[in-house]
């Protein structure tokens, strides 16, 4: 999916009310305090960030796409935000972040990215010694949550099990996860039933 394309109409009132939920779960999931520097690994417009940057130190967000990341950075500017910085960056490829943080989150990201374990081990060496990992995605589906992308081709959500056990298997430690977010969309005039979960970790 080219999210260049989707950047400008990104920001609907559902995903501003889904990203203030999402943000919420993630400030209950873990300790979270004022001198803890953060990572969103990608951030899009930064909907979920803009909730969370009161409560953290500094905040890096790291996005593939430069469109998004236009939008995000027109933001930080409208609202004089002093501790959020925004990198043009595809980790999934490679990274040049010189750095590692307390707390690294992503939203509905990660069935985006083919090499689920690489992506996991990168997060593992970003992090400072317990530090947490937090994924919210979606639960595993038969693929209808995509169903009008038809250039999507990641992942149809996530078996809860099968994810806590790749962050195991990654150097993770303490993995819990649940179910928090049930919704629907309709997409040609049907209802699709989709549920999001949280899993948090700390290496």
Not at 88 to 116: A, E
Not at 131 to 145: A, H, K, P, Q, R
Not at 165 to 194: A, C, M, P, R
Request: charged share 25%; aromatic share 10%.
């Amino acid at each position: 999916m080219d999210f260049n394309d989707y950047a400008k109409t990104w920001d609907t009132d559902k995903r501003i009310h889904r990203a203030a939920i999402i943000a919420n779960e993630i400030s209950n999931s873990i300790c979270i305090n004022e001198n803890l520097s953060a990572m969103e690994f990608g951030c899009g417009t930064g909907l979920v960030s803009f909730n969370l940057n009161d409560k953290f130190k500094s905040i890096t967000l790291v996005d593939s796409s430069k469109g998004m990341l236009d939008i995000l950075n027109s933001k930080i500017d409208k609202y004089e935000v002093t501790n959020m910085a925004a990198y043009n960056l595809d980790l999934s490829i490679n990274n040049s972040l010189n750095v590692k943080f307390d707390v690294i989150y992503n939203s509905m990201v990660l069935h985006h990215i083919h090499n689920t374990i690489s992506i996991i081990k990168e997060f593992n060496n970003l992090l400072n010694k317990d530090g947490y990992l937090c994924i919210v995605d979606l639960d595993e589906e038969n693929g209808s949550f995509h169903k009008n992308y038809p250039e999507f081709d990641g992942h149809n959500g996530f078996n809860q099990v099968t994810l806590k056990q790749i962050l195991i298997n990654s150097g993770f430690k303490d993995v819990e996860s649940k179910t928090f977010y049930y919704d629907e969309k309709t997409i040609d005039g049907e209802k699709i039933k989709y549920s999001l979960f949280i899993m948090k970790a700390r290496k």
